[in-house]
C-alpha cells in the first residue's frame, strides 16, 4: 500500500495514526472488537524541498511529514530509500520485449511472499547482526525480499547475499540517524557493524551523507567570530549559529545586523553590559568606547530563536576587540546573567552531539555542566575534547588560548 505526496497525509480519525503505528508493528489493527490481520507493506513517497546536504545539516528527513508521526512511528520504518541517488525515467528504460500483465505480475508477488527465504540467506551467510529486536526485523525483512525479487528461483550466492545485508543495513541506518536528530541521546546507540561469524571479519555500514553536515572546517577564523548551539523555545530544537563581530571606530555601541529575535537580543545585551563592567579584568589597553561593534547571528540551522548563547557573544566582542581568533574548530556554550552568573546549559548530549555532527573538534561548556559529562555516549568524548571553563572572562580567555 503506497502514500504518494505523503506530506500531504491526513486522517479525519484522529486514531489513524496509531492504528497505522500498529499495523506497522504487528501486521494487524482493530475495527471494533475485530482484529484484522493483513501483510501487505506500506510505502511512503514524497519530496524534499531544497539539496540534500542543507536538509542533513540543518533538519532531519521525515520532515515533511505529519507532525503526528512521532519518533515510535518512524522507528516502524524498515529502510528510507534515498531518491536523490535513483535516475529519473527515460524512454530508453522501457523494453522491447514482452511484458506481464500487472494483475498476473501481482500474483506472482503474493506467491513469492508466502516463501521463507531468510533462513537461506542466514544459512548462506551467517552474519552477527545489531542486537536492537527492530533493527535486526528490518534488515532480515528487507534481505528476504530482495532475494525473492532478484533470485525467484532461491539460488543466491555469499557474496549477493552480503551484497544485500549491506544495502538493508544502509536503508535502516537512515531512519535510526533521523531518530538520533529528533530525539537525541533515546537513540544514539546505533551500532550497525555485522559479522562473518566464519571467518571473523566485522564490517561497519554507514550512509553517505552523514558527512554532509561538516560545516565547522579546520582553519583559524576572524577575530569575532564564534559557533555557538542555541535553543529554538517554542519547539525546542537546538540550532548551529556562527556569530561574527566587526569592530570600527565609535563609541562603544554595539549595532545588531540582521533580523534577530527577543531572545539573541536579550544575549546580546546581556554580554554588552558584562564586558563594560569588567573590562579591566581582560587587562586590555583598548578603550571599549572608543569603537562600534556591528554584530550579526547566521542561522546555520531551521530554528527561529538562539536561547542560552549569551557567554557566545560575550567571547564574540572580546575576541573581536583584542583582535584575537578563537581556536579552531570550537563551539562555545554557556548562558550567563548581567553579572556573569553561569546557568547551567540543557541538553548537554544533545548540544555535542550537534557539535560533533557540524565538525566540532572543541567544546566550551560551563563548569555548572560537569556531572552532565557522565550521561554523554563514550564515542561523542573521545572525539570531542570538552573544555569547562569557571566565568565568562574565563570562557573568553580559554576560547582564545591565551591561558
Known amino acids: 500500500m503506497a502514500f504518494d505526496e505523503a506530506a500531504g497525509i491526513r486522517f479525519s480519525d484522529k486514531n489513524g495514526i496509531n492504528i497505522m503505528k500498529g499495523y506497522m508493528e504487528d501486521g494487524n489493527s482493530s475495527r471494533g472488537s475485530e482484529i484484522i490481520t493483513a501483510e501487505g507493506s506500506i510505502v511512503f513517497l514524497g519530496n524534499l524541498d531544497g ?9 532531519h528527513l521525515f520532515y515533511p511529514l505529519l507532525e503526528a508521526m512521532d519518533t515510535a512511528f518512524y522507528d516502524r520504518i524498515h529502510g528510507y ?4 541517488e535513483l535516475q529519473k525515467t527515460r524512454d530508453d528504460y522501457y523494453t522491447d520485449h514482452f511484458g506481464l500483465v500487472s494483475d498476473y505480475f501481482a500474483e506472482v508477488m503474493r506467491s513469492l511472499a508466502q516463501r521463507e527465504l531468510q533462513r537461506c540467506a542466514r544459512a548462506l551467510f551467517p552474519l552477527w547482526l545489531p542486537s536492537d529486536g527492530r533493527d535486526q526485523k528490518a534488515v532480515r525483512k528487507t534481505v528476504s525480499g530482495l532475494i525473492k525479487l532478484l533470485h525467484p528461483d532461491g539460488h543466491v550466492t555469499t ?6 545485508v549491506v544495502f538493508a543495513m544502509e536503508m535502516r541506518r537512515r531512519v535510526k540517524e533521523q531518530l538520533k536528530k529528533i530525539a537525541g541521546v533515546e537513540y544514539w546507540d546505533v551500532n550497525f557493524t555485522y559479522r562473518h561469524l566464519e571467518t571473523g571479519r566485522e564490517t561497519f555500514v554507514s550512509v553517505p551523507e552523514m558527512g554532509c553536515g561538516q560545516i565547522i572546517l ?4 576572524a577575530p ?3 559557533y555557538t548551539i542555541g535553543r529554538d523555545l517554542d519547539s525546542g530544537k537546538l540550532a548551529l549559529f556562527l556569530l561574527q563581530t566587526q569592530l570600527s571606530a565609535g ?3 554595539i549595532i545588531p545586523l540582521g533580523d534577530l529575535s527577543r531572545t539573541i537580543r536579550e544575549g546580546i545585551k546581556t554580554a ?5 563592567a569588567n573590562m579591566k579584568r581582560l587587562g586590555s589597553t583598548r578603550d571599549f568606547r572608543s569603537y562600534d561593534f556591528s554584530l550579526q547571528a547566521i542561522n546555520l540551522s531551521q530554528a527561529k530563536e538562539g536561547a542560552e548563547t549569551a557567554v557566545a557573544f560575550f567571547v564574540a566582542l572580546v575576541s573581536a576587540l583584542l583582535e584575537k581568533p578563537v581556536q579552531e574548530q570550537l563551539v562555545v556554550l554557556g548562558e550567563m546573567s548581567v553579572q556573569g552568573l553561569l546557568l547551567k546549559v540543557s541538553n548537554l548530549t544533545e548540544r555535542l552531539q550537534l557539535a560533533l555532527e557540524s565538525g566540532a573538534k572543541q567544546v566550551l561548556v560551563p563548569s555548572e555542566n560537569k556531572r552532565n559529562l557522565a550521561d554523554v555516549p563514550d564515542d561523542v568524548l573521545n572525539k570531542l575534547q570538552a573544555i569547562f571553563y569557571t566565568d565568562p572572562t574565563n570562557a573568553a580567555i580559554r576560547a582564545m588560548g591565551l591561558e
Open 251 to 253: 563609541s562603544g555601541r
Open 218 to 221: 579546520p582553519g583559524p577564523m
Open 159 to 164: 557474496d549477493e547475499v552480503e551484497e544485500y
Open 51 to 59: 539539496d540534500i546536504e542543507t536538509v542533513v545539516r540543518t533538519s
Open 224 to 226: 569575532g567570530s564564534v
Open 272 to 276: 554588552e553590559a558584562y564586558l563594560k
Open 81 to 84: 530509500l534515498p531518491g536523490w
